[in-house]
């Protein structure tokens, strides 16, 4: 994998941690355990670029914790990373 790549997937990564550990400082301690691994799925799918994985993750989050996707989905950060994966056409 060429040296430009990694550091453009690192990146990404890194960018995707800092929005989700803003999120979670910002929640608190309001998510159950069934909310934290809803929120660690749509993390994992960000960080991996998985388009199809982060939809179905976001859905599930919309159906099981509509609260839950407001705040995520209005989180600055998670929002405009969420449109830059959209735009990619993930």
């Known amino acids: ?3 430009e790549e990694k550091n453009s997937k690192d990146q990404h990564r890194a960018r995707v941690r800092r929005a989700f550990d803003s999120f979670g400082q910002r929640l608190g301690g309001r998510l159950d ?3 934290q691994k809803s929120v660690a ?3 994992e799918a960000a960080e991996a670029r998985d ?5 179905g993750h976001l859905n599930d989050l919309s ?3 509509g609260w ?7 989180h600055p ?3 405009n990373l969420l449109d ?5 056409g993930l």
Do not use: D, N, S
Request: no cysteine; net charge positive; charged share 35%.
């Open 51 to 55: 388009g199809e994985r982060l939809r």
């Open 68 to 74: 839950l996707y407001r705040e995520l989905a209005t």
């Open 1 to 3: 994998m060429p040296t």
């Open 63 to 65: 159906k099981r914790h």
């Open 77 to 79: 950060e998670i929002a």
């Open 84 to 88: 830059e994966l959209a735009l990619l």
């Open 41 to 43: 799925q749509v993390r």
């Open 33 to 35: 355990e069934t909310a």
